[in-house]
């Protein structure tokens, strides 16, 4: 099977370097930097990446299954309290899991729990891929649809992963998208996007754009605009994205499809997607859900009951 699937790989490889874009999937970052090395314009490519269970992920050792794994506070998680929440609020069936009352308590609820916790990287590779392809010339940035309230947390995790050289965050910063006449990976955030039509401000902070849960297709387009303005500029022809979930891939593709200036190949990380969708779908999934329940209802009795005016409700 696997031959098979590599023999599929090579077959197919060539119709995607050459297209405008493309859309596939991959299963890790080994496939990934293949397919960067086989374009082979390291200075003229852009690889552009999810955070999570992309780049890290909450604590799971794999090898003991999903039963050591921590849901709570993961994308699969948020997702999850998301449809419970909808369903409270359009009066159909209630759930005894659901932590929150409203989207902005979820948010709240969701904000904090990035500050509780260190996330390891999806895959022990990324650090020395991402780093041998900086070498080469690639240009590095993460695209979240975290918001700026997550900065510190982001920034903290990142801090705390290290690489070859030093720490992630240190490895994203030096070879993000560079502004102004310093070439720093930050903007001043946050800040509107192209004055976009109901779009919400997000923050790009050393090589890191928040996007609040906003089309990412259409905040990097964006970006890449206001890039081309920066005196700092590069010139950009090849991007490469890489996110777990489907739709920012189909995002990206959609938004760049017809677009001449760029060749995107857009593809879906799939390494994980029998471990998110445990949680909802699989034989063990009650046990999953109380198991984040639990873990929940234990943190907001220890904040509840030591802080005098907690921000929880």
């Known amino acids: 099977m696997k031959k098979l699937s590599f023999l599929l790989f090579t077959l197919f490889l060539p119709l995607f370097i050459y297209a405008d874009a493309y859309k596939s999937e991959v299963a890790s970052f080994l496939e990934l930097e293949k397919i960067v090395n086989k374009i082979n314009k390291p200075t003229s490519t852009?690889?552009?990446?999810?955070?999570?269970?992309?780049?890290?992920?909450?604590?799971?050792?794999?090898?003991?299954?999903?039963?050591?794994?921590q849901y709570l506070g993961g994308p699969a998680w948020y997702d999850w309290q998301d449809e419970l929440l909808e369903n409270y609020l359009n009066n159909k069936k209630d759930s005894k899991y659901r932590v929150a009352d409203s989207q902005e308590e979820l948010l709240k609820i969701s904000t904090l729990l990035f500050s509780l916790n260190n996330m390891p990287y999806t895959d022990k590779n990324i650090p020395n891929i991402l780093t041998n392809l900086s070498k080469k010339g690639v240009?590095?940035?993460?695209?979240?649809?975290?918001?700026?309230?997550?900065?510190?947390?982001t920034t903290a995790q990142f801090s705390n992963l290290t690489t070859k050289n030093g720490t992630f965050i240190q490895l994203i910063e030096n070879n993000s998208l560079k502004y102004g006449k310093n070439s720093l990976s930050s903007l001043a955030s946050p800040f509107l996007p192209c004055n976009l039509e109901k779009s919400r401000a997000v923050s790009y902070q050393r090589g890191v754009m928040y996007l609040s849960g906003q089309n990412k297709g259409v905040m990097l387009k964006c970006m890449l605009s206001t890039y081309k303005n920066s005196p700092?500029?590069?010139?950009i022809d090849n991007i490469v994205f890489i996110d777990d979930t489907l739709g920012n891939v189909i995002n990206v593709y959609d938004a760049f499809k017809d677009d001449k200036e760029y060749k995107v190949h857009a593809f879906h990380y799939t390494a994980f997607d029998k471990h998110k969708n445990a949680l909802t779908q699989g034989d063990k999934k009650e046990i999953y859900q109380e198991q984040a329940y639990k873990r929940w209802l234990e943190i907001e009795k220890v904040i509840k009951s030591n802080l005098l005016d907690s921000t929880l409700k």
């Open 46 to 69: 852009l690889v552009v990446m999810d955070d999570d269970d992309t780049l890290t992920m909450m604590q799971c050792n794999k090898s003991k299954g999903d039963e050591s794994c």
């Open 139 to 153: 240009r590095l940035l993460v695209e979240t649809a975290r918001g700026s309230d997550n900065l510190s947390a």
């Open 232 to 235: 700092s500029y590069k010139k």
